[in-house]
């Protein structure tokens, strides 16, 4: 099993930008897609970005130029940089990652506020 955590949300200004963090942990053998999604109030979780265990990635349309996902294998670790953030960008983001023969496991989400 894969135990995700996310770290480092909260309120950001406009245009500004953040830095979120997804540690996994747990008895698994390698983890290969992983990906931020995000669900803000009154909306469904959406897609934000995946990254392949080889580097490969993909973005929403809406984060398409400003935000970066990256991972590192060893350390079991993700990113997601997001750069000129807008009101729009508050949500809920999820860390996902797909390990074994098609499991999934989700972290308990960090917050994020865009707010001046």
């Known amino acids: 099993q894969v135990q995700l955590v996310e770290s480092g949300g909260g309120l950001v200004q406009p245009g500004g930008s953040l830095r979120l963090s997804c540690a996994a942990s747990?008895?698994?053998?390698?983890?290969?897609?992983m990906g931020w999604h995000r669900q803000a109030p009154g909306k469904q979780r959406e897609l934000v970005a995946t990254?392949?265990?080889?580097?490969?990635?993909n973005y929403a349309d809406s984060v398409k130029g400003r935000f970066t996902i990256s991972r590192d294998n060893a350390k079991n670790t993700m990113w997601l940089q997001m750069n000129s953030v807008k009101p729009e960008d508050t949500a809920v983001y999820y860390c996902?990652?797909?390990?074994?023969?098609?499991?999934?496991?989700w972290g308990q989400g960090t917050m994020v506020t865009i707010s001046s």
């Open positions: 996902n990652a797909v390990y074994g023969l098609g499991l999934n496991s």
């Open positions: 747990g008895s698994f053998v390698r983890l290969n897609v």
């Open positions: 990254i392949t265990r080889g580097g490969n990635t």
